[in-house]
C-alpha cells in the first residue's frame, strides 16, 4: 500500500510540474511567431494611435482607415486606436471637397503618408500600424468676392462696358474675375514647409481692368486678399479731351467737326461749336488720334496720350493759305532763277567780245583812208562832172572874174 501510495504521489508531482512548464512555454513560442510575420495582432503590446489632421482645421471631413470610418471634430482632427500589427493599411479619404457658406475646401496633398508618390492622390496605400504618427491632409481654401468699379473720383462706371478683369496672386496664377456675379479665389494654400503642412494667405493685385476697349487701371496698384475682402472696388482713370483748330498761317479758329478715334479702334465724331470746339468728356484713359474736318481746308490726324485732361489743337490749311503760300513759293523760287538768268545773259555777252563800232567809240583812233570823213563830219555828195576842176583850178592871172 505504501508502495502504490508513493508511485501516484510522484505521479501527481510528475503532473504538476509538466503543467508548469507548459504555461510557462506557451506565452514565449506565440510570440516568436508574431514576430516571425504573422499578421495576427500582439495581444500582449499596448495600442497604437494614428492622428489625421486637416490644414486649415476642416470639420465634418470623412476618412476610412484600416476599415473604420473616421470624421474630423471641430478642430479638424480624428484618431484611430487599434491593436499593433505589421499588416499595411489603407488610408481614403472620402470628402475631397467640402462647401460652406462662406468658404469652399479643395484636398490638394498629404504629409507625413511616407511614400512621396501618393502625395496628391486621395487613397493612400501601405500605412504602418506599428507605432503612433500623424498624417495631414492639406487644403486649398476658397472665398468668394464680388466686383463694383468707379472712376478717381468715385462716380460709378457702366459694368455694361467692363469687358476684362484680371488679377494676378501671389502664386503667379491670373484669375479672371466675373463682372457680374461671384468669383471664387484660392484665399489659403497648404504649403510644405520644414517637413509640415502650413496654411498661407494668397494675396492678390489687379492686373487688368479693360472699359470701353481701354486699359484704365495700372498694374499692380490695386491689392485686396479674399476672405478678408469679400467685395472689391476696382478703380479706373478718366479724364477730358478738348479739341479745336485753328488756320495755320492767319491763326483764326475754324473747323466743323471733329473725329477721334481711341482705344479699341473706338471711334466718336462731334460736331465743333460756334468756336470751333468741343469737349469729349470722361474718356478713358489712353492713346487718341484727332482729325478735323474744314470746309476748304485739310488736316493732318493728329496723336495724343490721354493721362490727364488735354486740349488737342489742330492745325487747319485753308484754301487762302494754300494760294499764300503758292505765291510765296514762286516768289521765292522765281527771283533767283531769274537772277540766275540774267547772270548768264551778261556772261555769255562778255564771252563773245564788243561790238564792231565799240572801238571807234570808245577805243584809240584808228588811221582813215584818205577821203573818209571823221566820225561826226557832214556827209558830202559825190563830186559832179566840171565841179571837181573849177574847184581844184588855181586862179590865173588875168583872168575875167
Known sequence: MNHRAARRHAASLLALLAAVLLAVAGPAAVQGHASAGSALPDAAAPPVTVTFRTVPAVP??????????????????????????????????????????????????????????????????????????????????????????????????????????????????????????????DGVQPVFRDSLLTPVPVDYTLRSLVYDGAEVADAGRQGFRPGTDRHLTFTGNFHDLTVTA???????????????????????????????????????????????????????????????????????????????????????????????LGLRRRARRTAAGPPPDAGARHGPAEPREPGTPEEGAPARRPEQPGEAGEASAPSRPGAAR
Request: proline residues 5%.
Open 60 to 185: 465634418g471631413v470623412r476618412l476610412v482607415f484600416a476599415g473604420a470610418a473616421l470624421v474630423t471634430g471641430a478642430d479638424g482632427t480624428a484618431s484611430y486606436t487599434g491593436a499593433r500589427t505589421s499588416a499595411p493599411q489603407s488610408l481614403r479619404l472620402l470628402d475631397t471637397s467640402v462647401d460652406t457658406p462662406d468658404a469652399r475646401y479643395r484636398f490638394t496633398r498629404w504629409a507625413g503618408q511616407r511614400d512621396p508618390d501618393q502625395t496628391f492622390r486621395p487613397r493612400v496605400d501601405g500605412l504602418p500600424l506599428r507605432a503612433d504618427y500623424t498624417v495631414t491632409a492639406g487644403f486649398t481654401v476658397q472665398y468668394p468676392v464680388t466686383v463694383s468699379f468707379t472712376d478717381q473720383h468715385g462716380a460709378p462706371l457702366d459694368r455694361s462696358l467692363v469687358s476684362s478683369v484680371k488679377v494676378r496672386g501671389s502664386d503667379t496664377r491670373v484669375t479672371d474675375l466675373s463682372v457680374t456675379g461671384t468669383t471664387w479665389l
Open 246 to 340: 485753328h488756320d495755320a498761317l492767319f491763326g483764326s479758329a475754324t473747323g466743323d467737326e471733329a473725329t477721334v478715334t481711341g482705344p479699341g479702334a473706338k471711334v466718336r465724331a462731334v460736331a465743333l461749336g460756334p468756336d470751333h470746339t468741343a469737349v469729349l468728356a470722361h474718356l478713358p484713359r489712353g492713346r487718341y488720334t484727332v482729325e478735323v474736318k474744314a470746309s476748304g481746308g485739310s488736316t493732318s490726324p493728329r496723336e495724343i496720350q490721354l493721362s490727364q485732361n488735354v486740349t488737342a489743337d489742330v492745325t487747319v490749311v485753308s484754301r487762302a493759305d494754300v494760294l499764300v503760300l503758292g505765291g510765296a513759293a514762286l516768289l521765292l523760287i522765281g527771283l533767283p532763277v531769274a537772277v540766275r
